[in-house]
């Protein structure tokens, strides 16, 4: 009889992390930061990039972000090549806990000075793991797909690219 109380009480002591983690509540802020790096062996080409966003919580599960992406690359041949994307984007979370999945969609403008000027919209998906109260580390999906105009949109979807971002958010 001891071993079974005993082990009950290990058990939900040990599910205690997840019953008490934070979550974002209605009308409370977030902010998530990416990055990342390249360069060539002998330093004289590379590259960086980087991600941030802030969202608001307009209830406990459904999220408004506003995402902004930056690149820019270096070398002999191509030398200040950068591009940048400004996108919004609408999410809606599960509530598992310290373990936050996600699914939505965001719409944005990507630029630069090789690129063309031209819209996208992305269906995405992702998960926040909760480290602390308001503290996360997080991984996001898209497939963007990009179009000149809505009427491109359909016969442009087959064409998109995966994008994966890892990083840290904050919440306020």
Known sequence: MNRTRAF???SLISLLPVVSAA???????????????TNSNDFD?????ATGSI?????????LLLRQSFIYANSDEEPGQY???TRVAADYHFDLGRFRPF??????IAYGNEIDETGFAAPELGAKFYVKEQTFLFALAEYQFFFDDASDADEAFDDG??????????SW
């Open 55 to 63: 969202g608001y919580f307009l209830t406990e599960d459904f999220e």
């Open 161 to 170: 690219v995966f994008v994966y971002s890892i990083g840290i958010g904050f």
């Open 23 to 37: 979550q974002p509540k209605e009308g409370e802020w977030e902010l998530t930061l990416t990055g990342s790096g």
């Open 103 to 108: 699914i939505g969609a965001n719409l944005g």
């Open 83 to 85: 591009a940048a994307s």
């Open 45 to 49: 080409a590379g590259g960086f990039g």
């Open 8 to 10: 009950l009480v290990v």
